[in-house]
């Protein structure tokens, strides 16, 4: 199993330790539902140097992103960052991602720590006909994130980079604690605001202890991937190998509004057509109607029994105190408001189907 850089420092703080992504990870520290909260209410810190990291540069760079990536990247100007997909060629997705333009020329495209190898391949693959230098730099970089209402004030402390300079979905290059370029990225997987700070692992203990110490005053906890999970959830954030995958295409998953029509790319024929018949199933959130907790792979059904979908993720909302999840659910039961029902021990569970996010 592969460690990130500040592996002994969560060992030191207690933290459960759990195999994720190849990696060996916190699950927690002193408790998801605390650490939740912090988030929502406070400040948390969380480890995220798992996931992966590569340059895209030279003068056919953006033609190569442009095609293989769901979003316009014409979008993108020097300092955005964009949320996007890469279509398999089959309809579904090869893993969900963030492009970054660093300058004319260069981007950054940050990952799923499971599907490291397997982009950089399929990346590569469409390469040989465009010819742009792909670096992977993702053995050597190390990934926090800040993130709560109180991450900007912890974060500024350490910085003379003005964050409230850079707008959500925006970065820059800069000094973080006497570090030198670090890429400071309005960013998240929390759905509570903050920051994604990019360096070199060789600081990364040295920056988790200045950031600690910053939000000292705020509350500021280390956080883990199992309130990584609630607070994404909760915000209808989908997770790669839950809510997305090889078979479910970004029309499916709710990610029209990052699969551009007007250029061309991979699948853009299919996703095309998809659009003009209309999809039978469709990423639906819902919320249980009795006390029950909602989990990955739970049938849903319908009134009267008949297979409708699958739940892909599930949990109880610590903020709203009911279960929560995501599903697949065919047409027409993803309408919203349709009762629908969670099969839980042979028991099928009422539910209703709500509009995102939970919270």
Same mark, same amino acid.
């Given at each position: ?123 590569? *693959? ?133 699969? *551009? ?48 979908? *699958? ?43 709500? *509009?995102?996010?939970?919270?």
């Amino acid at each position: 199993m592969n460690k990130t850089a500040l592996y002994n420092k969560h060992v030191s703080l207690g933290a459960k330790i759990v195999p994720f992504a190849g990696f060996e990870m916190p699950v927690q520290y002193s408790g998801v539902t605390e650490e939740h909260f912090a988030v929502r209410e406070k400040v948390g810190l969380f480890d995220v140097s798992h996931m992966g990291q590569f340059y895209v540069e030279g003068a056919t760079a953006k033609d190569l992103l442009q095609f293989v990536t769901s979003n316009n990247v014409e979008n993108l100007e020097n300092g955005k960052a964009q949320y996007s997909c890469l279509p398999n060629g089959n309809g579904g997705i090869v893993d969900d991602l963030i492009v970054y333009k660093m300058e004319d020329d260069k981007y950054f495209v940050v990952v799923n720590a499971s599907n490291i190898e397997k982009d950089w391949n399929h990346i590569s *693959k469409f390469n040989e006909k465009f010819g742009a230098k792909m670096t992977n730099i993702s053995n050597e970089t190390s990934l926090i994130a800040i993130q709560g209402p109180k991450a900007t004030e912890t974060l500024q402390k350490l910085t003379d980079t003005n964050l409230s300079d850079i707008p959500y979905y925006h970065f820059t290059v800069g000094t973080v604690a006497g570090v030198e370029n670090v890429i400071i990225s309005n960013t998240g997987y929390t759905g509570s605001g903050g920051f994604e700070i990019y360096f070199d692992n060789s600081l990364a203990e040295k920056l988790w202890d200045d950031l600690t110490l910053a939000g000292e005053e705020f509350g500021i906890i280390p956080c883990g991937l199992a309130a990584r999970d609630t607070l994404r959830l909760e915000k209808g954030f989908c997770l790669y190998g839950n809510d997305i995958d090889d078979t479910t295409s970004p029309l499916e998953a709710g990610l029209g509004w990052i699969t *551009k029509f007007d250029k061309d790319f991979v699948d853009k024929e299919f996703l095309l057509k998809q659009k003009e018949e209309g999809i039978i199933r469709k990423l639906v959130g819902f919320e249980m109607q009795e006390k029950a907790i909602p989990r990955h792979d739970y049938l849903v059904v319908d009134a009267a029994g008949n297979e409708i979908g *699958k739940v892909t993720s599930g949990t109880m909302s610590p903020m709203k105190k009911v279960g929560v999840g995501l599903a697949y659910v065919a047409a027409p039961n993803y309408k919203l408001g349709s009762e629908i029902f969670i099969q839980i021990r042979n028991k099928n569970i009422p539910a209703k189907v709500v *509009k995102l996010p939970f919270v």
